[in-house]
């Protein structure tokens, strides 16, 4: 067995949405993969099929070889899931926490108090493991979060946007722990909206309406994008980046902060076309230079397409 | 790594028995819900008939009326509110809800019962509470044929004692010699309190099953135990477990403070009404587990707690008697596990009755229990898996 995750046309509907449209992709053994989307992409509906919360519509799935619709219970014991809600007891301690995860997934005795202590180190709990999980700092809870989540010590852990609402610090922190349970040999799969997450995975798929529409490594997707990207900073970038959307050479263009991306076909003199049509609209004051693309250029090329 | 069977179902039970010894909402259901109840039915509900305000029209004003009219004061029952000069002044009381009867002794009362003659006494009657003025109507014929019949016996001793001869037999007359079983002083809260075991029973059970489970969906940590390899009769066992112990320690707390605050008889088997409690619990349990399944927030769980609970305290018999139900709701009577457990309380309680008069309503408990969990755990599996 290869691939720690297979799935084939795998599909969801709710009623007549569809939330999943028949996705195919495989995870290989030890990768992080990530999962870029839109919220209400179908990121989490897909996540839910593979744990065995919701059952599947159409299509099929394994997980470590297993079948997600009937062998359920094989898959419980080896997978990890952290949901997009924080889904500890708030009215219990960390200890407790812990405690009661570790035993429904049949720990005890000293084992599950060493699985406990290496979760309270990873989470950097301190002397805190005897507080109410309510009153815990964001950035301790959702790693608390994270380590009821492999308590148990699973060998693939799937990730519901796991940083949602987490300051960039923590985030960077987490991300750390993820490369360190992938070094550990485990397969992480994540979910997640946020462009720079999604550079830190080994492969990923940009998902949107339910749909994959790229799968590749970020080196690769930015790669593969068959245009040059250029940035252009403008004061009146506004009324600028109306002007330049129209202008036939450009193939698209988007804002990003306070500057404006243009794709063009590969060795197009851009600039000096640009600079000509510019001045027609007596925009003098600028900065050009051509750029590599980003995870976002990539994303929003496929999620707009075309002007 | 190898752990007992039951080690899942256990750490499942401890963490819900922190959790809802933590939660002050559930504390005061716990423990003021039942004290509350008890406090209201033990003294401030009283169906008991007494203080009868009475207004009267002694247009007679003889020796007899009067003797007459200190009957009804003398009973206990009527308290003398005011003495009226008219009918019409009478019926206006009436109209204004200051008294409940209105009596009216016509002229010539003394002198007609003095010389044998048949007479009439009006006896006018609130009758918005329908059922306090038939028992009303009961005391007023009582007290009447009482009169008449102590009157009468008065009348032959003093005829046969003038015919001096002492020892002519009276001929028999009929008298009822009253003897009530069970409850011989009629007390409604002897009545009422067995009762509230149930009503406490079933609503603590029914709404912290569903409300606790629903509380696990509300914060997503359901879902943690869905992907977890526990098994949802295991979760199901843990979840209620907690709260079937909870309802029997409020069974044992409402008998005591039912004999021993406030002096309801208790004449029979505790094992027996703990037997029947158990099945009853289960069926709540079930009742709240599926309430769970169709509700999304607490608040949800709550009012569905009450839209059933509200027909299942009305078709128990608690307050209003089933025999008096028309045929139709009399059936649906039978579907309703409160009925039963209510009514092995007061026979319990009361008569002192055991398994052998009432095997019938243990085994309805246990057949409708049986199917309420079946529904429920269906209907939870299916969310569950």
């Known amino acids: 067995m290869k691939y720690a995750v297979e799935v084939e046309n795998l599909t969801k509907k709710f009623g007549n949405f569809t939330a999943v449209d028949s996705v195919n992709f495989n995870v290989a053994k030890g990768e992080i993969f990530g999962f870029l989307g839109p919220n209400g992409a179908g990121k989490s509906t897909t996540i839910r099929m593979l744990c065995g919360i919701l059952t599947p519509s159409g299509g099929s799935g394994h997980v470590s070889g297993f079948d997600i619709v009937k062998e359920q219970k094989e898959i419980k014991n080896i997978i990890g899931y952290m949901s997009q809600k924080f889904s500890l007891y708030q009215d219990l301690t960390v200890r407790e926490n812990l405690e009661f995860s570790g035993s429904i997934y049949g720990l005890s005795g000293s084992h599950l108090q060493k699985r406990i202590k290496y979760v309270m180190e990873m989470a950097e709990i301190g002397n805190r493991e005897n507080e109410l999980v309510k009153n815990l700092p964001g950035g301790i809870k959702q790693r608390l979060a994270l380590g009821g989540a492999i308590l148990h010590d699973p060998s693939i852990l799937f990730l519901d946007e796991p940083t949602s609402g987490v300051d960039p610090i923590m985030r960077r922190n987490f991300w750390e722990l993820i490369y360190s349970f992938s070094r550990a040999g485990k397969t992480i799969f994540v979910t997640t909206h946020y462009m720079d997450e999604a550079e830190h995975c080994n492969r990923m798929a940009l998902v949107i309406a339910g749909k994959i529409i790229a799968m590749d490594s970020p080196e690769n997707l930015k790669n593969s994008l068959p245009y040059s990207v250029y940035s252009l900073t403008v004061p009146d970038f506004i009324k600028t980046f109306e002007i330049v959307n129209r202008m036939t050479f450009v193939f698209d263009a988007a804002i990003f902060g306070s500057s404006i991306h243009i794709l063009c076909k590969k060795n197009f003199p851009l600039v000096k076309e640009l600079k000509a049509a510019l001045k027609c609209n007596n925009i003098l004051n600028y900065k050009i230079e051509k750029i590599h693309a980003t995870l976002e250029d990539v994303f929003v090329l496929h999620a707009g397409g075309a002007k | ?385």
Not at chain 2, 158 to 175: A, E
Not at chain 2, 289 to 304: F, N, P, R, W
Not at chain 2, 355 to 363: G, H, V
């Open chain 2, 1 to 385: 790594m190898k752990t007992d069977k039951f080690s899942k179902i256990k750490s499942m039970m401890i963490k819900e028995f922190k959790q809802t010894f933590r939660d002050r909402r559930m504390i005061g259901m716990l423990f003021g819900a039942p004290v509350i109840m008890m406090l209201i039915f033990g003294f401030a509900v009283n169906t008991d008939v007494t203080r009868i305000k009475i207004a009267v029209f002694d247009e007679d004003m003889s020796q007899q009326s009067r003797s007459f009219i200190s009957k009804f004061i003398s009973s206990g029952y009527f308290i003398y509110e005011k003495s009226v000069s008219s009918s019409d002044e009478g019926t206006e009381l009436l109209d204004l809800g200051e008294i409940d009867v209105f009596m009216h002794v016509q002229k010539n009362f003394g002198s007609k019962v003095k010389s044998g003659k048949q007479t009439q006494v009006q006896i006018v009657l609130d009758g918005t509470d329908s059922s306090r003025a038939s028992v009303i109507q009961a005391y007023v014929n009582q007290i009447a044929s009482d009169y008449s019949f102590s009157f009468l016996n008065d009348k032959i001793k003093m005829i046969v004692l003038s015919r001096g001869s002492g020892t002519m037999r009276m001929k028999g007359t009929i008298q009822l010699k009253e003897r009530i079983l069970f409850n011989p002083e009629m007390i409604s809260r002897n009545f009422y309190l067995p009762s509230i075991l149930a009503l406490i029973v079933g609503l603590i059970t029914v709404m912290l099953t569903s409300m606790s489970v629903v509380k696990e969906r509300e914060s997503g940590t359901m879902e943690q135990i869905i992907v977890s390899p526990i098994k949802s009769y295991e979760f199901v066992a843990g979840k209620t477990l907690p709260f079937a112990l909870i309802g029997f320690v409020d069974i044992i707390v409402v008998t005591v403070i039912a004999i021993i605050g406030f002096g309801v008889p208790f004449n029979g088997s505790f094992t027996f009404v703990m037997i029947c409690g158990f099945f009853f619990i289960l069926g709540m349990l079930s009742v709240g587990l599926y309430i769970s399944t169709v509700s999304h927030t607490q608040q949800q769980a709550m009012l569905s707690t009450f839209l059933f609970f509200i027909p299942s305290i009305l078709f128990s018999g608690f307050v209003f008697p089933i025999y008096a139900m028309p045929k139709i709701f009399q059936i649906i009577t039978y579907f309703n596990p409160m009925r039963y457990f209510i009514y092995v309380n007061r026979s319990v309680f009361l008569k002192g009755t055991g398994i052998i008069e009432l095997w019938t309503n243990l085994a309805a408990l246990m057949i409708l229990s049986s199917v309420l969990l079946f529904m429920s755990m269906r209907r939870f599996n299916r969310r569950f898996e």
